[in-house]
């Protein structure tokens, strides 16, 4: 019997690259500690190593184990997670040797909030995902344009049926005393700061 999501996540634990749909835009993904499978995903996205891969977790406790959340990043976690928010945190031990790209002290962290990808990390754990791109161009909406983008070298495509509609997730630095928006998507800055207010 067909298993997509167990295929999807036995496909990223073997090191190969798939592609999931988020609640933001279809990410691009394998394995976060394997560095050969993260090189492989630098490679088919064209992306160049300066700007990091982030990581999707099942769980903000998943996220404890590999970023450190100190109270800020807790109260935000709390408010938009499962959700459209990637935070850049400090590493812990946990994955301080992952070759997630040219910065070696911080990481994105991100719950997203769409059942197959959760349906998938609940499996694999931490995931290197990014979005399901060649970089500089737009992300297909739909499984057709993915397969072209990137055709056999995505070992599993898991789409949903109809097309996703999401904006990217807003990207916040979280490292020292100020939140940094880095990236504007989803979540304005005005919620984010609410958040912490509150």
């Not at 500690?33 to 190593?49: N, S, W």
Request: with cysteine; proline share 7%; net charge negative.
């Amino acid at each position: 019997m067909s298993d997509p999501v167990g295929d999807a996540a036995a496909a990223a634990l073997a090191g190969r690259l798939i592609v999931i749909p988020t609640d933001t835009v279809y990410g691009i993904g394998t394995r976060a500690d394997d560095a050969a499978a993260t090189a492989a995903l630098f490679e088919v996205k064209g992306r160049p190593r300066d700007l990091s891969v982030p990581v999707l977790v099942p769980s903000a406790a998943a996220a404890r184990e590999i970023a450190a959340l100190d109270q800020r990043a807790a109260a935000l976690a709390a408010r938009f997670w499962p959700g459209p928010l990637t935070m850049v945190l400090p590493r812990t031990e946990g994955s301080r040797r992952w070759d997630l790209g040219s910065d070696t002290r911080t990481i994105g962290v991100r719950v997203p909030h769409h059942p197959l990808a959760l349906a998938v990390l609940a499996i694999t754990g931490p995931l290197a995902v990014t979005s399901a791109n060649r970089s500089g161009e737009a992300t297909p909406r739909e499984c057709d344009g993915l397969a072209r983008a990137f055709g056999a070298r995505v070992a599993v495509y898991l789409c949903q049926d109809e097309p996703l509609e999401g904006t990217a997730s807003t990207v916040v630095d979280v490292t020292d005393g100020d939140l940094r928006v880095l990236r504007t998507g989803s979540l304005a800055e005005t919620d984010l700061l609410e958040a912490l207010e509150t």
